[in-house]
Protein backbone atom coordinates (compact mmCIF):
# COMPACT_ATOMS: atom_id res chain seq x y z
CA UNK A 1 0.00 0.00 0.00
CA UNK A 2 1.25 3.33 -1.43
CA UNK A 3 1.64 5.92 1.58
CA UNK A 4 0.29 9.62 0.92
CA UNK A 5 0.97 11.39 3.91
CA UNK A 6 4.11 9.99 5.11
CA UNK A 7 5.72 8.47 1.89
CA UNK A 8 8.60 6.43 2.81
CA UNK A 9 11.07 8.61 1.28
CA UNK A 10 14.50 9.06 3.20
CA UNK A 11 15.12 12.75 4.40
CA UNK A 12 11.56 14.14 2.59
CA UNK A 13 11.72 16.94 5.21
CA UNK A 14 14.33 18.95 3.57
CA UNK A 15 13.41 21.05 0.71
CA UNK A 16 15.71 19.51 -2.22
CA UNK A 17 14.86 16.09 -1.59
CA UNK A 18 11.40 16.98 -1.51
CA UNK A 19 11.62 18.55 -4.93
CA UNK A 20 12.90 15.43 -6.42
CA UNK A 21 10.27 13.91 -5.72
CA UNK A 22 8.15 16.25 -7.61
CA UNK A 23 7.40 18.50 -4.61
CA UNK A 24 5.67 21.96 -5.37
CA UNK A 25 4.26 20.46 -8.74
CA UNK A 26 0.63 19.81 -7.47
CA UNK A 27 0.82 23.68 -6.39
CA UNK A 28 1.69 24.68 -9.79
CA UNK A 29 -0.72 22.19 -11.33
CA UNK A 30 -3.30 24.08 -9.08
CA UNK A 31 -2.41 27.40 -9.70
CA UNK A 32 -3.16 26.69 -13.67
CA UNK A 33 -7.01 26.13 -12.40
CA UNK A 34 -9.95 27.79 -10.96
CA UNK A 35 -10.22 27.69 -7.59
CA UNK A 36 -13.66 26.52 -7.96
CA UNK A 37 -11.86 23.69 -10.13
CA UNK A 38 -10.24 23.15 -7.27
CA UNK A 39 -12.79 22.75 -4.81
CA UNK A 40 -14.40 20.36 -7.19
CA UNK A 41 -11.54 17.89 -7.32
CA UNK A 42 -11.37 17.93 -3.74
CA UNK A 43 -15.19 17.30 -3.20
CA UNK A 44 -15.16 14.55 -5.40
CA UNK A 45 -12.25 13.22 -3.55
CA UNK A 46 -14.03 12.47 -0.65
CA UNK A 47 -11.41 13.99 1.40
CA UNK A 48 -13.05 13.97 5.23
CA UNK A 49 -11.66 16.00 7.97
CA UNK A 50 -8.95 14.32 10.06
CA UNK A 51 -9.17 15.78 13.23
CA UNK A 52 -12.46 14.48 14.45
CA UNK A 53 -15.35 15.58 13.09
CA UNK A 54 -14.53 13.80 9.28
CA UNK A 55 -16.58 16.47 7.49
CA UNK A 56 -15.97 17.04 4.06
CA UNK A 57 -12.61 19.03 3.21
CA UNK A 58 -14.04 20.58 0.05
CA UNK A 59 -17.39 21.09 1.25
CA UNK A 60 -15.85 23.14 4.01
CA UNK A 61 -13.99 25.08 1.78
CA UNK A 62 -16.72 25.78 -0.16
CA UNK A 63 -18.64 27.44 1.96
CA UNK A 64 -15.77 30.56 2.20
CA UNK A 65 -17.71 33.88 0.74
CA UNK A 66 -16.88 34.10 -2.90
CA UNK A 67 -16.98 38.32 -2.91
CA UNK A 68 -16.47 39.99 0.38
CA UNK A 69 -14.20 42.76 1.43
CA UNK A 70 -12.72 40.95 4.09
CA UNK A 71 -9.30 39.10 3.98
CA UNK A 72 -9.43 35.26 4.15
CA UNK A 73 -7.78 33.70 6.54
CA UNK A 74 -6.66 29.71 6.79
CA UNK A 75 -5.78 27.88 9.73
CA UNK A 76 -4.11 24.79 10.52
CA UNK A 77 -5.06 22.50 13.39
CA UNK A 78 -2.15 21.45 14.63
CA UNK A 79 -3.16 21.52 18.09
CA UNK A 80 -3.01 17.77 18.37
CA UNK A 81 -3.78 17.51 22.42
CA UNK A 82 -6.32 14.87 22.56
CA UNK A 83 -4.96 11.87 24.59
CA UNK A 84 -4.05 8.82 22.19
CA UNK A 85 -3.50 11.07 19.61
CA UNK A 86 0.16 11.97 17.88
CA UNK A 87 -0.01 11.91 14.22
CA UNK A 88 0.45 14.84 13.39
CA UNK A 89 3.64 15.43 15.23
CA UNK A 90 5.02 12.61 12.55
CA UNK A 91 4.03 15.24 9.67
CA UNK A 92 5.79 18.07 11.15
CA UNK A 93 8.78 16.22 11.75
CA UNK A 94 8.78 13.41 8.48
CA UNK A 95 7.09 15.64 5.61
CA UNK A 96 6.52 19.62 6.78
CA UNK A 97 7.00 20.63 3.24
CA UNK A 98 3.25 18.25 1.84
CA UNK A 99 1.54 20.11 4.48
CA UNK A 100 2.96 24.01 3.25
CA UNK A 101 1.96 22.74 -0.07
CA UNK A 102 -1.20 21.89 0.89
CA UNK A 103 -1.53 25.11 2.57
CA UNK A 104 -0.64 26.60 -0.60
CA UNK A 105 -3.29 25.06 -2.35
CA UNK A 106 -5.96 25.59 0.07
CA UNK A 107 -5.22 29.39 0.52
CA UNK A 108 -5.34 29.72 -3.49
CA UNK A 109 -8.59 27.58 -3.27
CA UNK A 110 -10.43 29.40 -0.84
CA UNK A 111 -9.04 32.51 -1.49
CA UNK A 112 -6.63 33.45 1.36
CA UNK A 113 -3.69 35.27 1.86
CA UNK A 114 -2.60 34.41 5.28
CA UNK A 115 -2.42 30.82 6.85
CA UNK A 116 -1.78 30.05 10.58
CA UNK A 117 -0.52 26.63 11.26
CA UNK A 118 -1.50 26.13 15.15
CA UNK A 119 1.06 23.87 16.70
CA UNK A 120 0.69 22.76 20.97
CA UNK A 121 3.10 24.59 23.04
CA UNK A 122 4.33 21.29 24.23
CA UNK A 123 5.46 20.58 20.50
CA UNK A 124 9.08 22.34 20.98
CA UNK A 125 11.33 20.31 18.75
CA UNK A 126 8.54 19.84 16.21
CA UNK A 127 7.70 23.35 16.24
CA UNK A 128 11.66 24.11 15.20
CA UNK A 129 11.25 21.62 12.72
CA UNK A 130 8.23 23.02 10.60
CA UNK A 131 9.72 26.93 11.20
CA UNK A 132 12.91 25.27 9.43
CA UNK A 133 10.79 23.89 6.62
CA UNK A 134 8.13 27.05 5.96
CA UNK A 135 11.63 29.18 6.37
CA UNK A 136 13.50 27.49 3.60
CA UNK A 137 10.21 27.74 1.74
CA UNK A 138 10.06 31.09 2.16
CA UNK A 139 14.09 31.26 1.27
CA UNK A 140 13.19 29.47 -1.45
CA UNK A 141 10.28 31.18 -3.08
CA UNK A 142 7.64 28.87 -2.71
CA UNK A 143 5.71 30.82 -0.28
CA UNK A 144 5.51 34.35 0.11
CA UNK A 145 5.67 37.44 -2.45
CA UNK A 146 8.26 35.32 -4.62
CA UNK A 147 5.37 32.99 -5.45
CA UNK A 148 4.35 34.68 -8.05
CA UNK A 149 7.66 34.46 -9.47
CA UNK A 150 8.44 31.29 -8.18
CA UNK A 151 4.92 30.07 -9.98
CA UNK A 152 4.50 32.63 -12.71
CA UNK A 153 1.22 33.10 -11.07
CA UNK A 154 -0.45 36.38 -9.77
CA UNK A 155 -1.03 34.27 -6.43
CA UNK A 156 0.91 34.47 -3.16
CA UNK A 157 0.56 33.89 0.56
CA UNK A 158 2.08 34.28 3.96
CA UNK A 159 2.38 31.10 5.87
CA UNK A 160 2.96 31.55 10.22
CA UNK A 161 3.78 29.61 12.79
CA UNK A 162 1.15 30.59 16.17
CA UNK A 163 2.21 28.24 19.20
CA UNK A 164 0.38 27.22 21.55
CA UNK A 165 0.74 27.55 25.47
CA UNK A 166 -0.90 24.40 26.76
CA UNK A 167 -4.74 24.37 26.43
CA UNK A 168 -6.68 21.74 24.83
CA UNK A 169 -9.42 23.35 24.88
CA UNK A 170 -7.42 25.47 21.51
CA UNK A 171 -8.40 22.50 19.57
CA UNK A 172 -11.61 23.26 19.15
CA UNK A 173 -11.75 25.48 16.25
CA UNK A 174 -13.26 28.72 17.74
CA UNK A 175 -10.75 28.90 20.57
CA UNK A 176 -8.27 28.12 18.53
CA UNK A 177 -8.99 31.50 16.72
CA UNK A 178 -9.88 33.40 19.89
CA UNK A 179 -6.32 32.10 20.67
CA UNK A 180 -4.69 33.41 17.88
CA UNK A 181 -5.73 36.57 18.32
CA UNK A 182 -4.44 37.01 21.51
CA UNK A 183 -7.20 36.01 23.55
CA UNK A 184 -8.27 33.24 26.23
CA UNK A 185 -8.97 30.22 24.50
CA UNK A 186 -12.70 30.38 25.26
CA UNK A 187 -15.18 28.26 22.65
CA UNK A 188 -17.41 30.78 20.49
CA UNK A 189 -20.73 30.60 20.09
CA UNK A 190 -22.02 29.05 16.15
CA UNK A 191 -23.24 30.33 14.39
CA UNK A 192 -21.63 31.96 12.98
CA UNK A 193 -19.21 29.91 11.42
CA UNK A 194 -15.97 30.76 11.04
CA UNK A 195 -16.70 31.08 6.98
CA UNK A 196 -18.71 34.21 7.80
CA UNK A 197 -17.18 35.03 11.16
CA UNK A 198 -14.04 33.64 11.66
CA UNK A 199 -10.58 35.44 12.85
CA UNK A 200 -10.77 38.90 13.33
CA UNK A 201 -14.59 38.88 12.03
CA UNK A 202 -13.10 37.40 8.70
CA UNK A 203 -13.64 34.54 7.03
CA UNK A 204 -11.77 31.60 7.86
CA UNK A 205 -11.03 28.27 6.94
CA UNK A 206 -10.08 25.82 10.16
CA UNK A 207 -8.57 22.53 8.72
CA UNK A 208 -6.56 19.43 10.73
CA UNK A 209 -2.95 19.55 9.63
CA UNK A 210 -3.36 15.68 8.13
CA UNK A 211 -6.42 16.45 6.04
CA UNK A 212 -4.48 19.53 4.34
CA UNK A 213 -1.41 17.38 4.06
CA UNK A 214 -3.38 15.89 2.03
CA UNK A 215 -4.45 17.77 -0.77
CA UNK A 216 -1.03 17.86 -2.85
CA UNK A 217 -1.29 14.12 -4.13
CA UNK A 218 -4.95 14.61 -4.87
CA UNK A 219 -4.38 17.14 -7.32
CA UNK A 220 -1.53 15.28 -8.53
CA UNK A 221 -2.84 12.06 -9.01
CA UNK A 222 -6.60 12.84 -9.34
CA UNK A 223 -9.66 12.65 -7.15
CA UNK A 224 -10.64 9.43 -8.86
CA UNK A 225 -7.41 7.65 -7.82
CA UNK A 226 -7.93 8.90 -4.15
CA UNK A 227 -11.35 8.17 -3.97
CA UNK A 228 -10.88 4.44 -4.62
CA UNK A 229 -8.72 4.09 -1.76
CA UNK A 230 -9.83 2.30 1.61
CA UNK A 231 -13.63 2.93 2.25
CA UNK A 232 -15.75 4.92 -0.30
CA UNK A 233 -17.08 7.00 2.15
CA UNK A 234 -14.43 7.97 3.66
CA UNK A 235 -11.80 7.48 1.41
CA UNK A 236 -7.99 7.64 1.28
CA UNK A 237 -5.16 6.63 4.09
CA UNK A 238 -5.73 7.48 7.75
CA UNK A 239 -2.74 7.76 10.21
CA UNK A 240 -3.71 5.68 12.84
CA UNK A 241 -1.93 5.94 15.98
CA UNK A 242 -2.13 3.10 18.09
CA UNK A 243 -1.07 3.38 21.89
CA UNK A 244 -1.55 1.60 25.38
CA UNK A 245 -1.16 -2.61 25.73
CA UNK A 246 0.65 -3.32 22.31
CA UNK A 247 4.00 -4.65 21.48
CA UNK A 248 4.56 -2.04 18.36
CA UNK A 249 3.07 1.37 19.53
CA UNK A 250 3.42 4.02 16.78
CA UNK A 251 2.07 5.35 14.02
CA UNK A 252 0.50 3.34 11.02
CA UNK A 253 -0.47 4.75 7.75
CA UNK A 254 -3.04 2.48 6.14
CA UNK A 255 -5.69 2.71 4.11
CA UNK A 256 -9.21 3.90 6.00
CA UNK A 257 -11.66 0.83 6.88
CA UNK A 258 -8.32 -1.14 8.17
CA UNK A 259 -9.39 -3.63 10.42
CA UNK A 260 -9.15 -2.90 14.32
CA UNK A 261 -8.28 -6.05 14.83
CA UNK A 262 -5.53 -6.67 12.29
CA UNK A 263 -4.23 -3.17 13.15
CA UNK A 264 -3.85 -4.53 16.95
CA UNK A 265 -2.22 -8.20 16.26
CA UNK A 266 -0.80 -7.35 12.34
CA UNK A 267 0.71 -3.82 12.72
CA UNK A 268 0.82 -3.02 16.79
CA UNK A 269 2.43 -6.42 17.12
CA UNK A 270 -0.71 -8.22 19.38
CA UNK A 271 -0.85 -7.38 23.06
CA UNK A 272 2.26 -7.81 25.52
CA UNK A 273 2.03 -11.09 26.87
CA UNK A 274 -0.31 -12.73 25.08
CA UNK A 275 -3.13 -10.65 26.93
CA UNK A 276 -6.54 -10.00 25.99
CA UNK A 277 -8.45 -6.64 25.33
CA UNK A 278 -10.45 -5.97 27.76
CA UNK A 279 -11.27 -2.27 26.04
CA UNK A 280 -10.56 -0.02 22.95
CA UNK A 281 -10.85 3.31 22.72
CA UNK A 282 -10.46 3.84 18.98
CA UNK A 283 -10.44 7.51 18.33
CA UNK A 284 -8.63 9.46 21.25
CA UNK A 285 -9.65 9.51 25.15
CA UNK A 286 -12.96 11.74 23.90
CA UNK A 287 -14.82 8.75 21.70
CA UNK A 288 -17.06 6.18 23.07
CA UNK A 289 -14.83 3.01 23.96
CA UNK A 290 -15.45 -0.51 22.81
CA UNK A 291 -15.32 -3.80 24.56
CA UNK A 292 -12.99 -6.27 24.22
CA UNK A 293 -15.74 -8.58 22.43
CA UNK A 294 -16.40 -6.24 20.21
CA UNK A 295 -13.72 -5.11 18.15
CA UNK A 296 -13.93 -8.23 15.75
CA UNK A 297 -14.54 -6.89 12.14
CA UNK A 298 -15.00 -3.56 13.28
CA UNK A 299 -13.66 -1.46 10.46
CA UNK A 300 -11.52 2.00 11.00
CA UNK A 301 -13.63 4.24 9.38
CA UNK A 302 -16.00 7.11 10.29
CA UNK A 303 -19.19 5.24 8.52
CA UNK A 304 -18.41 1.53 10.62
CA UNK A 305 -17.14 2.70 13.55
CA UNK A 306 -20.46 4.91 13.80
CA UNK A 307 -22.02 1.65 13.64
CA UNK A 308 -20.99 -0.06 16.63
CA UNK A 309 -21.78 3.61 18.38
CA UNK A 310 -18.18 5.04 18.53
CA UNK A 311 -16.80 7.60 16.25
CA UNK A 312 -13.19 7.25 14.62
CA UNK A 313 -11.95 11.05 15.99
CA UNK A 314 -8.18 11.16 15.46
CA UNK A 315 -7.99 7.64 15.10
CA UNK A 316 -5.46 7.66 18.08
CA UNK A 317 -6.50 4.08 19.48
CA UNK A 318 -5.90 3.19 22.72
CA UNK A 319 -5.47 -0.67 23.87
CA UNK A 320 -6.36 -1.62 27.02
CA UNK A 321 -5.38 -5.24 28.45
CA UNK A 322 -7.32 -7.61 30.43
CA UNK A 323 -5.60 -6.43 33.61
CA UNK A 324 -6.20 -2.92 33.54
CA UNK A 325 -8.36 -1.11 35.90
CA UNK A 326 -11.09 0.63 33.78
CA UNK A 327 -12.36 2.76 37.02
CA UNK A 328 -8.29 4.44 37.38
CA UNK A 329 -8.80 5.00 33.66
CA UNK A 330 -12.14 6.64 33.14
CA UNK A 331 -10.75 8.84 36.53
CA UNK A 332 -7.67 9.47 34.60
CA UNK A 333 -10.05 10.56 31.44
CA UNK A 334 -12.03 12.62 33.73
CA UNK A 335 -9.39 14.40 35.49
CA UNK A 336 -7.71 15.18 32.49
CA UNK A 337 -11.10 16.58 30.87
CA UNK A 338 -12.15 18.48 34.08
CA UNK A 339 -8.53 20.38 34.16
CA UNK A 340 -9.10 21.05 30.40
CA UNK A 341 -12.56 23.23 31.19
CA UNK A 342 -12.24 26.54 29.82
CA UNK A 343 -15.01 26.91 32.23
CA UNK A 344 -17.47 28.94 30.46
CA UNK A 345 -20.67 26.85 30.31
CA UNK A 346 -21.55 25.70 33.91
CA UNK A 347 -22.44 22.39 32.82
CA UNK A 348 -18.75 21.22 32.37
CA UNK A 349 -17.05 23.54 34.66
CA UNK A 350 -18.75 22.00 37.50
CA UNK A 351 -19.68 18.59 35.66
CA UNK A 352 -16.16 17.37 34.67
CA UNK A 353 -15.26 18.58 38.41
CA UNK A 354 -18.60 15.98 39.81
CA UNK A 355 -17.38 13.22 37.43
CA UNK A 356 -13.81 13.38 38.52
CA UNK A 357 -15.23 13.38 42.02
CA UNK A 358 -17.19 10.44 41.99
CA UNK A 359 -14.78 8.65 40.06
CA UNK A 360 -11.88 8.99 42.88
CA UNK A 361 -14.11 7.78 45.14
CA UNK A 362 -14.81 4.47 42.69
CA UNK A 363 -11.20 3.92 42.87
CA UNK A 364 -10.55 4.37 46.68
CA UNK A 365 -13.38 1.57 46.77
CA UNK A 366 -15.50 4.03 48.64
CA UNK A 367 -17.88 4.23 45.59
CA UNK A 368 -21.95 2.60 45.45
CA UNK A 369 -23.59 1.22 42.79
CA UNK A 370 -25.86 3.98 42.93
CA UNK A 371 -22.55 5.96 42.17
CA UNK A 372 -22.76 4.59 38.73
CA UNK A 373 -25.78 5.83 38.12
CA UNK A 374 -25.06 9.26 39.34
CA UNK A 375 -22.12 9.18 37.22
CA UNK A 376 -24.24 8.70 33.33
CA UNK A 377 -26.95 11.25 35.04
CA UNK A 378 -24.39 13.94 35.33
CA UNK A 379 -22.60 13.04 31.95
CA UNK A 380 -26.31 13.42 30.58
CA UNK A 381 -26.09 16.75 31.87
CA UNK A 382 -23.46 17.55 30.44
CA UNK A 383 -23.90 16.05 27.38
CA UNK A 384 -25.44 18.96 24.45
CA UNK A 385 -25.25 21.37 27.11
CA UNK A 386 -22.44 23.34 26.18
CA UNK A 387 -20.96 26.00 23.50
CA UNK A 388 -18.19 23.63 22.34
CA UNK A 389 -17.94 20.00 21.88
CA UNK A 390 -15.69 19.63 25.21
CA UNK A 391 -18.86 18.69 26.88
CA UNK A 392 -19.08 15.55 24.73
CA UNK A 393 -15.80 14.72 25.16
CA UNK A 394 -15.87 14.82 28.99
CA UNK A 395 -19.41 12.53 28.99
CA UNK A 396 -18.97 10.36 26.23
CA UNK A 397 -15.97 8.18 27.78
CA UNK A 398 -17.96 8.28 30.95
CA UNK A 399 -21.70 6.99 29.54
CA UNK A 400 -20.27 4.80 27.75
CA UNK A 401 -17.60 2.79 29.69
CA UNK A 402 -20.07 2.91 32.26
CA UNK A 403 -22.81 1.49 30.10
CA UNK A 404 -20.80 -0.91 28.05
CA UNK A 405 -18.73 -2.15 31.39
CA UNK A 406 -21.46 -2.38 33.94
CA UNK A 407 -20.75 -5.28 34.94
CA UNK A 408 -17.37 -4.56 35.76
CA UNK A 409 -17.87 -1.13 37.03
CA UNK A 410 -20.63 -2.96 39.45
CA UNK A 411 -18.22 -5.99 39.99
CA UNK A 412 -15.32 -3.07 41.22
CA UNK A 413 -17.85 -1.64 43.38
CA UNK A 414 -18.64 -4.70 44.95
CA UNK A 415 -15.07 -5.41 45.71
CA UNK A 416 -15.64 -8.62 43.85
CA UNK A 417 -12.10 -10.06 42.98
CA UNK A 418 -13.08 -12.12 40.37
CA UNK A 419 -14.85 -10.48 37.82
CA UNK A 420 -16.85 -12.84 35.17
CA UNK A 421 -16.04 -10.73 32.20
CA UNK A 422 -14.47 -12.88 30.41
CA UNK A 423 -16.76 -13.18 27.41
CA UNK A 424 -16.35 -9.31 27.01
CA UNK A 425 -12.39 -9.77 26.70
CA UNK A 426 -11.27 -10.55 23.03
CA UNK A 427 -8.82 -12.53 22.41
CA UNK A 428 -6.67 -14.36 19.89
CA UNK A 429 -6.13 -17.06 22.59
CA UNK A 430 -9.36 -20.02 22.71
CA UNK A 431 -8.98 -19.82 26.66
CA UNK A 432 -10.75 -17.36 28.69
CA UNK A 433 -8.56 -16.04 31.46
CA UNK A 434 -10.19 -14.38 34.55
CA UNK A 435 -9.22 -10.65 35.04
CA UNK A 436 -6.90 -9.78 37.63
CA UNK A 437 -7.18 -9.05 41.15
CA UNK A 438 -8.83 -5.74 41.80
CA UNK A 439 -9.12 -5.05 44.85
CA UNK A 440 -5.38 -3.80 45.14
CA UNK B 1 11.34 44.21 39.92
CA UNK B 2 11.18 46.70 37.09
CA UNK B 3 10.93 44.64 33.83
CA UNK B 4 12.36 45.73 30.73
CA UNK B 5 13.21 43.35 27.32
CA UNK B 6 16.14 43.49 25.74
CA UNK B 7 17.23 45.13 22.54
CA UNK B 8 17.95 41.75 20.91
CA UNK B 9 13.97 40.88 22.24
CA UNK B 10 12.72 44.43 21.11
CA UNK B 11 14.01 43.28 17.67
CA UNK B 12 12.26 39.82 17.57
CA UNK B 13 8.98 41.24 19.03
CA UNK B 14 9.14 43.43 15.97
CA UNK B 15 9.64 40.67 13.89
CA UNK B 16 6.77 38.74 15.41
CA UNK B 17 3.90 41.99 15.32
CA UNK B 18 4.38 41.30 11.45
CA UNK B 19 2.85 38.35 11.73
CA UNK B 20 -0.88 39.30 12.54
CA UNK B 21 -3.21 42.41 11.89
CA UNK B 22 -3.60 43.64 15.68
CA UNK B 23 -0.80 44.35 18.19
CA UNK B 24 -3.26 41.82 20.98
CA UNK B 25 -2.83 38.60 18.93
CA UNK B 26 0.85 39.11 19.48
CA UNK B 27 0.35 38.49 23.23
CA UNK B 28 1.25 35.02 23.42
CA UNK B 29 4.60 35.00 21.36
CA UNK B 30 5.42 38.00 23.67
CA UNK B 31 4.58 36.24 26.33
CA UNK B 32 6.89 33.76 25.59
CA UNK B 33 10.48 35.88 24.92
CA UNK B 34 8.94 37.66 28.45
CA UNK B 35 9.41 33.78 29.95
CA UNK B 36 12.41 33.23 28.16
CA UNK B 37 14.14 36.07 29.71
CA UNK B 38 12.51 36.43 32.68
CA UNK B 39 12.22 32.80 33.21
CA UNK B 40 8.16 33.50 34.38
CA UNK B 41 5.80 35.97 33.99
CA UNK B 42 5.32 38.36 36.59
CA UNK B 43 3.45 41.37 37.28
CA UNK B 44 5.74 43.21 36.18
CA UNK B 45 6.02 41.33 32.75
CA UNK B 46 2.16 41.56 32.50
CA UNK B 47 2.52 45.10 32.98
CA UNK B 48 5.30 45.69 30.09
CA UNK B 49 3.69 43.19 27.72
CA UNK B 50 0.67 45.54 27.96
CA UNK B 51 2.11 48.59 27.18
CA UNK B 52 3.81 47.45 24.68
CA UNK B 53 1.14 45.82 22.67
CA UNK B 54 -1.11 48.66 24.03
CA UNK B 55 -3.97 46.50 25.86
CA UNK B 56 -4.80 46.52 29.62
CA UNK B 57 -2.79 44.89 31.97
CA UNK B 58 -6.11 42.55 32.53
CA UNK B 59 -6.14 41.47 29.08
CA UNK B 60 -2.53 40.16 29.37
CA UNK B 61 -3.34 38.36 32.92
CA UNK B 62 -6.39 36.73 31.46
CA UNK B 63 -4.09 35.35 29.18
CA UNK B 64 -1.35 34.47 31.59
CA UNK B 65 -3.46 32.48 33.85
CA UNK B 66 -5.57 30.92 31.21
CA UNK B 67 -2.67 28.89 29.28
CA UNK B 68 -0.46 25.98 31.88
CA UNK B 69 2.74 27.04 30.17
CA UNK B 70 3.06 30.54 31.48
CA UNK B 71 4.69 30.12 34.41
CA UNK B 72 3.54 32.59 37.08
CA UNK B 73 5.95 31.58 39.71
CA UNK B 74 9.71 30.77 39.22
CA UNK B 75 10.40 27.46 38.09
CA UNK B 76 13.90 25.12 38.45
CA UNK B 77 16.44 25.40 36.20
CA UNK B 78 15.07 22.13 35.32
CA UNK B 79 11.51 21.30 34.96
CA UNK B 80 10.80 17.90 35.04
CA UNK B 81 7.16 17.48 33.07
CA UNK B 82 5.62 13.96 33.39
CA UNK B 83 2.73 13.15 31.28
CA UNK B 84 0.39 10.72 33.13
CA UNK B 85 -2.13 10.62 30.78
CA UNK B 86 -4.37 7.36 29.53
CA UNK B 87 -1.22 6.24 26.91
CA UNK B 88 1.29 6.71 29.38
CA UNK B 89 -0.56 5.66 32.47
CA UNK B 90 -1.27 2.36 30.62
CA UNK B 91 2.50 2.07 30.55
CA UNK B 92 4.06 3.10 33.52
CA UNK B 93 3.73 6.59 33.72
CA UNK B 94 2.92 6.58 37.59
CA UNK B 95 5.65 4.50 38.81
CA UNK B 96 8.07 7.38 37.30
CA UNK B 97 6.04 10.55 38.25
CA UNK B 98 6.30 9.02 41.87
CA UNK B 99 10.20 8.43 41.39
CA UNK B 100 10.69 11.69 40.46
CA UNK B 101 8.44 13.39 43.41
CA UNK B 102 10.63 10.73 45.58
CA UNK B 103 13.66 11.65 44.51
CA UNK B 104 13.73 15.18 44.72
CA UNK B 105 11.45 15.26 47.65
CA UNK B 106 8.50 17.62 45.88
CA UNK B 107 4.79 17.28 44.49
CA UNK B 108 2.90 18.79 42.07
CA UNK B 109 3.98 22.51 41.38
CA UNK B 110 6.99 22.14 43.56
CA UNK B 111 10.37 23.75 43.29
CA UNK B 112 12.92 22.08 44.85
CA UNK B 113 14.76 24.74 47.84
CA UNK B 114 17.95 25.08 45.80
CA UNK B 115 15.61 25.93 42.28
CA UNK B 116 17.20 22.89 40.44
CA UNK B 117 14.26 21.22 39.91
CA UNK B 118 10.67 21.85 39.63
CA UNK B 119 7.83 18.82 38.79
CA UNK B 120 4.56 19.32 36.68
CA UNK B 121 2.22 16.02 35.90
CA UNK B 122 1.22 17.47 32.71
CA UNK B 123 -1.55 15.79 30.36
CA UNK B 124 -1.31 14.33 27.01
CA UNK B 125 2.34 15.73 25.64
CA UNK B 126 1.37 13.69 22.19
CA UNK B 127 3.98 10.84 23.30
CA UNK B 128 1.47 7.99 22.88
CA UNK B 129 2.70 6.05 20.65
CA UNK B 130 6.31 6.12 22.68
CA UNK B 131 5.10 6.22 26.02
CA UNK B 132 5.72 6.60 29.13
CA UNK B 133 8.00 9.93 28.82
CA UNK B 134 9.22 12.80 30.64
CA UNK B 135 9.95 16.39 29.57
CA UNK B 136 12.80 18.49 30.91
CA UNK B 137 12.61 22.09 29.86
CA UNK B 138 11.95 21.29 26.26
CA UNK B 139 13.41 17.75 25.23
CA UNK B 140 11.03 14.66 25.51
CA UNK B 141 12.42 11.79 26.85
CA UNK B 142 10.24 8.68 25.56
CA UNK B 143 10.20 5.19 25.33
CA UNK B 144 11.17 5.00 29.39
CA UNK B 145 10.77 2.11 31.53
CA UNK B 146 11.37 2.80 35.49
CA UNK B 147 15.43 2.16 34.86
CA UNK B 148 15.62 4.19 32.46
CA UNK B 149 13.99 7.60 33.82
CA UNK B 150 16.04 7.03 37.13
CA UNK B 151 19.37 7.71 34.55
CA UNK B 152 18.50 10.27 33.17
CA UNK B 153 16.93 12.11 36.66
CA UNK B 154 20.26 11.07 38.08
CA UNK B 155 21.87 12.31 34.99
CA UNK B 156 20.55 15.75 35.30
CA UNK B 157 21.23 16.26 39.38
CA UNK B 158 24.82 15.64 38.74
CA UNK B 159 24.36 18.59 35.86
CA UNK B 160 25.06 22.40 37.00
Not at chain 2, 102 to 113: L, M, S
Request: charged fraction near 25%; charge should be neutral; proline fraction near 5%.
Amino acid sequence: MERIVLPEIENLHQLDVYIQNQGYEAAKKAFSQTPDEIIDQVKKSGLRGRGGAAFSAGLKWSFMPKTTNKPKYLCINGDESEPGSFKDRQIFEFNPHQLIEGILITCYAIGAKVAYIYIRGEYHKWIKLMQKAVDDAYAAGYIGEKMKEKFSNEFACDIYIHKGAGAYICGEESSLMNSIEGQRGYPRIKPPFPAQNGLWGCPTTINNVETITNVPAIINKGWEWFSKIGEPKHPGTILYGISGHVNKPGVYELPSGTLLTDLIYKYAGGVPGNKKVLCVIPGGSSMPPIRGDQIEGVKMDAESLKAVGSAIGTAGVMVMDEDTDLVKVLARISKFYHHESCGQCTPCREGTGWLEKILNRLVRGEGSSSDLDLLISVANNIEGNTICALGEAAAWPVKFMVTRFRDYFEARVKKQVTLSVSNKVHSMRQTAIPLADVSK
Amino acid sequence: MEFKFTEENIQKINSVLVKYPTKKAAVMPVLYIAQEQNGWISLEVMKEVASILEITEEEVLGVVTFYTMYHQKPMGKYHIQVCTNVSCMLRGAYPIYDKVREKFGINNGDVTADQKFSLEEVECMGSCGTAPMIAVNEDFYENLTLEKAEEILESFKNRN
